[in-house]
């Protein structure tokens, strides 16, 4: 299920060209047009979700692969022994730009706590 005036869903079809890093049958990850940190990637589920409050316990697998797919991706990039950030953001009030669900993967510098 897309959407078809989903900024993402037009990414996962390839409407809209992007700097893929993954790619498998749920997941689509690529690397942000406007990074925070040195290594900035969006992870994606394929179907169209609008944020984590939409996920249900039937998603369990979907969740698995994006998470799964963060820690590869955070190893190609060698983040693992310094550490990195997964974050997804719910809402406007949260952050969320994009009403499709999304996974930032970022790392490559030292993040603070509290974030913004």
Same mark, same amino acid.
């Given at each position: ?12 079809? %390839? ?19 406007? &990074? ?8 994606? &589920? ?12 039937? /998603? %369990? ?14 190893? /190609?990039?060698?983040? &693992? /022994? ?11 009030? %949260? %952050? ?21």
């Amino acid at each position: 299920m897309t959407d078809p005036s989903c900024l993402f869903c037009k990414i996962v079809a %390839g409407e809209i060209p992007s700097d893929k890093v993954h790619e498998d049958e749920l997941v689509l990850a690529f690397n942000d047009i406007d &990074p925070v940190a040195p290594v900035h990637q969006l992870l994606v &589920p394929k179907r169209h979700i609008a944020s984590a409050a939409d996920l249900a316990e039937t /998603d %369990g697998q979907l969740l698995g692969r994006l998470f799964a797919v963060a820690a590869k991706l955070a190893a /190609d990039a060698g983040l &693992p /022994d310094a550490g990195y950030r997964v974050v997804t953001n719910v809402g406007a009030d %949260g %952050g969320q730009s994009v009403d499709h669900l999304h996974f930032h993967l970022l790392g490559g510098r030292a993040m603070s706590w509290p974030p913004g």
